[in-house]
């Protein structure tokens, strides 16, 4: 009953959500991925890597994009391109119309939106105040809350919506040169359900949703630094401002969270490890057997590979994204006014 009625509330909410959530969300996820990809390829390549006996260590981020030159030309720079656009742009297009909708069902306006004292009055739900004072919105009461839940919510209904793409870009940038390559992304879902079926597109979402901590510390950050870069300007934050407030978020929850992502990359690679190792008889690894593992054989800082990297690679990600959405969220609603 209580999951029904948040759903019927946030069904409710979505109607209020101005229309341009979805094409600005989208937008600013195409800039940015468009952007980065050359950076997500080589971040990728390092994750995937393992350690072997008889090897020493692992290739650097210079070595691997040499390689990748060497032999597939810039153009193995950018592979992967066309399933990471089709992922960014449902990706942030839900992410940002759930999270919108649920802040403002709960009495805020969403990312973007200008402080109008029309849109408080016409928006805000109120529900009963812990003291006295009798009934306030909730935001004033909780907002960290608010900005915690509808993050997570928000990163929960995207990574489950779209993660059958994260995993063809995944296969895409590890696939190895002395195999068929996939020409497109549909070629690469077609080889990929033949060869391994449906739950295949599926490996690794156990860790993505568990990387939804990610959000949940990226977007509470971002919310208050923005509201302090509004009081130390008296005005919405410039541009600037929104950049330095997107790329400090986005830092702070990549380092705190990038465990996740390597042992996502290795579970949705795992058909091709096991067959790098001649294993045929292939039994169900799981996100902790696959840490211990990595633990095992590779040591703690194997849990990190590419953190550099990755951090070159989303920092800018993230905060031409933002700063996308919001400069788009304010056009389009002047449009439509």
Avoid at 65 to 92: A, C, E, M
Avoid at 189 to 213: C, D, H, N
Avoid at 313 to 336: C, D, F, G, H, W
């Amino acid at each position: 009953m209580f999951f029904s009625s948040v759903l019927a509330r946030l069904n409710e909410s979505i109607l209020f959500i101005p229309r341009s959530t979805l094409p600005a969300g989208a937008g600013g996820g195409l800039v940015a991925s468009i952007a980065t990809c050359p950076l997500d390829v080589v971040k990728t390549k390092l994750q995937a890597q393992r350690a072997v006996q008889g090897q020493h260590g692992y290739e650097g981020i210079v070595d691997t994009v040499r390689s990748i030159i060497k032999h597939d030309g810039f153009r193995g720079l950018y592979r992967g391109l066309g399933p990471t656009i089709l992922g960014y742009l449902p990706t942030w297009a839900i992410y940002f119309a759930v999270y919108d909708a649920i802040k403002t069902h709960f009495g805020e306006m969403p990312l973007g939106a200008e402080q109008d004292a029309h849109y408080q009055h016409d928006h805000v739900t109120v529900y009963p105040a812990a003291q006295v004072k009798g009934y306030q919105p909730l935001i004033r009461e909780n907002p960290w809350s608010l900005h915690i839940m509808s993050a997570m919510v928000a990163g929960a209904a995207s990574t489950c919506l779209t993660t059958p793409l994260w995993v063809i870009k995944t296969r895409f940038m590890t696939q190895r040169r002395d195999e068929p390559r996939f020409r497109h992304t549909l070629d690469a879902a077609r080889s990929i359900y033949r060869a391994e079926g449906v739950k295949a597109f599926y490996r690794g979402l156990l860790p993505s949703l568990l990387g939804i901590t990610h959000v949940a510390v990226q977007f509470p950050l971002y919310e208050q630094l923005k509201m302090w870069a509004r009081r130390y300007e008296g005005h919405e934050p410039s541009s600037q401002a929104i950049l330095l407030c997107s790329a400090t978020a986005k830092m702070t929850a990549s380092i705190a969270t990038y465990p996740h992502e390597v042992i996502r990359t290795r579970l949705q690679i795992q058909r091709l490890l096991l067959s790098e190792q001649h294993v045929v008889d292939t039994s169900r690894r799981g996100v902790i057997s696959t840490t211990k593992k990595i633990i095992r054989r590779e040591g703690w800082r194997a849990l990190y590979k590419g953190l550099s990297i990755n951090l070159l690679r989303t920092v800018p990600n993230s905060a031409v994204t933002m700063l996308t959405y919001e400069l788009l969220m304010k056009q389009l609603a002047i449009r439509t006014h």
